[in-house]
């Protein structure tokens, strides 16, 4: 088993920055995608950012040059840097892991951006 504990949301004015981690620990062996996503209230889980074990990452079109994905290795922990804020990045953040065969997901983080 994996568990993903993800921390560093809150509220923030719009063109302020924060950063997400996301702590793993458990049974990891060989991680094929790490990456987040995001929920805003009424609209579908989307991806934010993901990358995979081979070295690509992707970033969705309304976070690019605005927000960087960076690891860990050694703590296991992958961060979400978030800079130039817009109140329409306000969402539930959620840490995604996939290793091997399985998919695991944080409990999510709130980020306000106040406009």
């Known amino acids: 088993q994996v568990q993903l504990v993800e921390s560093g949301g809150g509220l923030v004015q719009a063109g302020g920055s924060l950063r997400l981690s996301c702590a793993a620990s458990?049974?990891?062996?060989?991680?094929?995608?790490m990456g987040w996503y995001r929920q805003a209230p009424g609209k579908p889980r989307e991806l934010v950012v993901a990358t995979s074990r081979r070295g690509f990452t992707d970033y969705a079109d309304s976070v690019k040059g605005r927000f960087t994905i960076s690891t860990d290795n050694a703590k296991n922990t992958v961060y979400l840097q978030m800079n130039s804020l817009k109140a329409e990045d306000t969402a539930v953040y959620y840490c995604y892991l996939n290793v091997g065969s399985s998919e695991y997901w944080g409990q999510g983080t709130q980020v306000t951006v106040s406009s």
């Open positions: 458990g049974s990891i062996f060989i991680v094929n995608v």
